[in-house]
């Protein structure tokens, strides 16, 4: 057995030839994308998980106490380590996927920054249990913070388990920060979804506690998964995408128009097999919609790109959830081609040529038209025309509607200059200040469902309910369990249409599931002011317009939208005057 201080000296080549896990040399160490890796107990996961990935398990059973602040325990079936490699890897910039600085144009595994274990072990108290299949024993490695407790032999079938308790028992400032136990689950739950859609080969197992959260056995493919995880009625809405070009492919499943969504939650992108938020790919794959779904709706979609190692760079961020394209435009084009195409396909379409742009345009799905709006007065509904009838108004000077410009902006002017509002933002903050009243009033109508409205619900967004139960009810949504993962929504409130209600609630169970306590309620009112805003796009009179300037001009902020997007922009007199050289 190697003490560390002689393994850092030995050189690279040697490091090769005895063990599986070396040191990386500084100049390579220093081209790796910096950062502190560990900052809450999803982190400790998604590095250990994506160990037992690279180390080629088929079974990974993750268990949790208090959310993993208290313990996280990874255990696989994979390759396992030998007593040299269960040594090393605690060190700085260990690693078993890098030899070379070439490597790292080409990366094929998920993880390789080699700072996993150090990192997690500095804050921590970890055991190490691991066992190679060509041993006949295996090795037990027991650290806390910095400081190696014991190493002895012990038992264990092949592979490895890691137990990491107590995080940051030796950093008090940092652990005050955390989250509640159920925000933390949250996040661990949708990052090990994300996972087991890109591995459905392999078992994944999580209990938190005494309760099992969920038990996916392995499946034959991602169909399976995605029933396994969201349930029949999400598959059957969905189509399949399977296209290949140049060396790049790019497969998976999305919606059928005109089913969706009204936030991009569920739009899941994996690239290599790797989890990613990209705006390429979600650019891409909501202009291939467009036109197809209904107003404000957006596509679910589970998609995987495998393009060629050296045309993307994944050393650009430090928890690698980004990545850069070497050539951005082909992989905007394969994705939208692959699903438009999937699409126009479903639709008993077999080919529209580039050029007939119009004849194209014919095929699609024909918009429907936006569901009325409406405001709370704490006692009744009122619908559209009566939210912008001029009824009551202060005599007060507000600015002058001078006309709408693209049917999304509201043209304005006073005597210091032209205000350009965007309406759906300034509508949004006059109805989020009109329900606020209410909810401190206590008077959210609603109304039952004529017929139970059913629905299923992925195991984050059964988390996300459990959580959120309370508010969800105040705010006027009665969901009850039927079993399993299926639901049943029975009341909603009175500012929604039946056949809009669900929907309106699948969105708010994803929006306020990762907020925090204190920030939950205003994030659900604002998100429905937003479901009920007008729209960019709708042409509005001037009857409405002159309204929803002066019921603007008489709320708290006229300057930003509760979800903080600026409201509108001001074009100062004396920048007009200067333009024309008055």
Excluded at 219 to 246: D, M, W
Excluded at 461 to 482: D, I, K, Y
Aim: include cysteine; hydrophobic fraction near 35%.
């Amino acid at each position: 057995m190697y003490r560390f201080s002689e393994i850092g000296n030995v050189s690279l080549d040697f490091c090769i030839l005895m063990n599986k896990i070396i040191i990386l040399p500084k100049e390579i160490s220093q081209k790796i994308a910096a950062g502190e890796v560990i900052e809450r107990p999803f982190s400790v996961v998604k590095e250990l998980v994506e160990n037992s990935m690279d180390a080629d398990a088929s079974e990974v059973a993750i268990e949790l106490l208090q959310g993993g602040k208290k313990l996280i325990s990874v255990t696989d079936n994979g390759q396992g380590m030998s007593r040299e490699d269960s040594l090393v890897c605690f060190q700085r910039h260990s690693t078993s996927k890098i030899f070379k600085e070439d490597d790292l144009n080409q990366i094929a595994t998920l993880g390789f920054r080699g700072e996993a274990l150090p990192s997690i072990s500095a804050v921590s108290r970890v055991v190490l249990k691991t066992c190679e299949k060509k041993e006949e024993k295996g090795t037990l490695v027991e650290r806390e913070g910095e400081k190696l407790v014991r190493v002895s032999d012990i038992a264990f079938p092949q592979g490895t388990g890691v137990e990491v308790r107590d995080l940051f028992f030796n950093l008090p400032a940092r652990k005050k920060f955390l989250r509640s136990d159920k925000s933390e689950l949250s996040q661990i739950v949708k990052f090990l979804t994300q996972i087991a859609l890109a591995y459905p080969g392999v078992r994944f197992s999580l209990t938190h506690g005494n309760r099992v959260v969920f038990n996916y056995p392995s499946v034959r493919g991602l169909r399976e998964r995605i029933f396994q995880i969201y349930g029949k009625s999400l598959l059957e809405n969905l189509i399949e995408v399977n296209h290949e070009e140049h060396e790049r492919r790019l497969y998976g499943y999305a919606s059928c128009p005109p089913s969706g969504r009204r936030d991009r939650s569920r739009q899941i992108f994996f690239v290599n097999k790797r989890s990613v938020k990209d705006k390429i790919l979600q650019a891409a794959l909501n202009q291939a919609y467009r036109g197809f779904l209904e107003k404000d709706h957006f596509a679910e979609a589970f998609l995987f790109l495998s393009i060629p190692y050296t045309e993307v760079d994944v050393n650009v961020h430090p928890a690698k959830a980004e990545v850069r394209f070497k050539d951005s435009r082909p992989i905007f084009l394969l994705v939208h081609r692959s699903v438009e195409q999937s699409v126009l396909k479903q639709m008993g379409i077999k080919q529209i040529y580039p050029s007939q742009h119009e004849e194209k345009a014919s095929y699609r799905i024909e918009e429907k038209s936006l569901s009325p709006l409406f405001k709370y007065t704490g006692e009744s509904r009122v619908e559209v025309e009566d939210l912008f009838t001029p009824f009551g108004r202060e005599e007060k000077a507000y600015p002058r509607v001078l006309g709408q410009y693209l049917d999304t902006y509201i043209v304005a002017s006073d005597d210091e200059g032209i205000l350009i509002i965007d309406q759906h933002n300034a509508h949004e903050r006059v109805l989020f200040e009109k329900y606020d009243e209410t909810d401190q009033e206590k008077r959210w109508p609603r109304k039952l469902t004529l017929l139970p409205v059913l629905f299923e619900l992925s195991s984050s967004q059964v988390l996300s309910f459990e959580n959120n139960r309370p508010l969800l009810e105040e705010a006027g949504f009665r969901v009850e369990n039927m079993g399993g993962k299926s639901f049943v929504l029975k009341e909603y409130p009175d500012i929604f249409k039946e056949e809009e209600a669900k929907e309106i609630f699948l969105s708010l169970i994803e929006e306020i599931k990762e907020e925090r306590i204190k920030d939950k309620k205003k994030k659900l009112l604002a998100t429905l002011a937003c479901k009920t805003a007008v729209k960019a796009g709708e042409p509005l009179s001037f009857e409405k317009m002159n309204y929803l300037v002066e019921e603007l001009f008489k709320t708290s902020n006229s300057s930003l939208c509760p979800h903080g997007r600026p409201i509108m922009i001001k074009i100062d007199r004396r920048e007009i005057e200067k333009g024309v050289g008055r």
